[in-house]
């Protein structure tokens, strides 16, 4: 009995070795993924003289669309420089526009990174 025990643990053990499946993503694969969000857009100031502090512009499915964010949080002194493109997640937020902002609307921006 003590014999058919021993058995089968080490049967279960080869097999739980055994079955562990590899996946195709590599630590750094891993890591670039967590960095980079996967929303492009650009950041912009031309919306500055109607309240609007700073912006970012999505392009829409078709050209002419544009989606314009309005981050909820201030950029990093880095990321807030006109023209730069950056990758990042967002959340649309259901809260008012700042005062006389009237393009886009307020979202969260996280995972941000330079293009």
């Known amino acids: 009995m003590k014999r058919i025990f021993n058995l089968l643990l ?4 080869l097999s739980a070795c055994c079955s562990e499946k590899k996946s195709g993503i590599t630590g750094a694969d891993i890591e670039t993924v967590n960095n980079i969000g996967e929303t492009l857009g650009k950041v912009s100031h031309k919306y500055r003289s109607t309240g609007c502090a700073t912006v970012v512009i999505v392009n829409g499915q078709n050209s002419n669309d544009e989606i314009i964010l309005i981050p909820l949080d ?10 730069l493109e950056i990758y990042f997640n967002y959340q649309p ?17 996280y995972d941000i990174s330079k293009k």
């Open 10 to 13: 080490v049967f279960l053990f």
């Open 74 to 83: 201030t950029l990093a002194s880095d990321i807030n420089v006109d023209g």
């Open 93 to 109: 937020l259901k809260r008012m526009n700042p005062q006389g902002c009237n393009a886009g609307f307020p979202a969260k921006l």
